[in-house]
T-cell receptor
Framework: NAGVTQTPKFQVLKTGQSMTLQCAQDMNHNSMYWYRQDPGMGLRLIYYSASEGTTDKGEVPNGYNVSRLNKREFSLRLESAAPSQTSVYFC????????????FGQGTRLTVV | DQQVKQNSPSLSVQEGRISILNCDYTNSMFDYFLWYKKYPAEGPTFLISISSIKDKNEDGRFTVFLNKSAKHLSLHIVPSQPGDSAVYFCAAQRGGGNKLTFGTGTQLKVEL
């Protein structure tokens, strides 16, 4: 069982470049999330999708866009990367809205230089 | 504005002893609390949770205590094992909501 799969695992970008982080889950979950983890800050919610076809902003959405491509896939796009977006990004999913146990991917370590 | 706080960035405990990890929250609307465990280069994994209608939940070596009046919860690990060495995140949720609010994490090291 793959669970939540994120690609790539590592990425280095130059300031101003764009990229898309991919996330897919095989648990038939309805809700998906993108978090970033920074030292001393815990995990902060960037965007989430309560169900296929819907997306909403989280705590730190500026500089990001998302697409819920289908029930399985939820991508995060950086249109013009900035050094402040250097972080570890985690995708997660839950069965339903309000279901508390979230399953996380392994993370993407992004460095913007 | 950190609504969920873990004031101890690190904790060191001897194998076999009790580990106590603490978490405080400020938002009285939170009614579900969770602990996640994270190893290096891996995503967080769910450990244990507690609803605000309870004050204790136990699962094997792990027990979570909730003190609503103090807005405080704690995770007890007894006995601690070297494999428990990881970062532990406390998280909180408002009823029926999608969002988990995480604390900053506590690095637990269990020494032989």
């Amino acid at each position: 069982n793959a669970g939540v799969t994120q690609t790539p695992k590592f990425q280095v970008l130059k300031t101003g470049q764009s990229m898309t982080l991919q996330c897919a889950q095989d648990m038939n979950h309805n809700s998906m999330y993108w978090y970033r983890q920074d030292p001393g800050m815990g995990l902060r919610l960037i965007y989430y999708s309560a169900s296929e076809g819907t997306t909403d902003k989280g705590e730190v959405p500026n500089g990001y866009n998302v697409s819920r491509l289908n029930k399985r896939e939820f991508s995060l796009r950086l249109e013009s990367a900035a050094p402040s977006q250097t972080s570890v990004y985690f995708c997660a999913s839950t069965r339903d809205r309000g279901t508390t146990e979230a399953f996380f991917g392994q993370g993407t370590r992004l460095t913007v230089v | 504005d950190q609504q969920v706080k873990q004031n101890s960035p690190s904790l060191s405990v001897q194998e076999g002893r009790i580990s106590i990890l603490n978490c405080d929250y400020t938002n009285s609307m939170f009614d579900y609390f969770l602990w996640y465990k994270k190893y290096p280069a891996e995503g967080p994994t769910f450990l244990i949770s507690i609803s605000s209608i309870k004050d204790k939940n136990e699962d094997g070596r792990f027990t979570v205590f909730l003190n609503k009046s103090a807005k405080h919860l704690s995770l007890h690990i007894v006995p601690s094992q070297p494999g428990d060495s990881a970062v532990y995140f406390c998280a909180a949720q408002r009823g029926g909501g999608n969002k988990l609010t995480f604390g900053t994490g506590t690095q637990l090291k269990v020494e032989l």
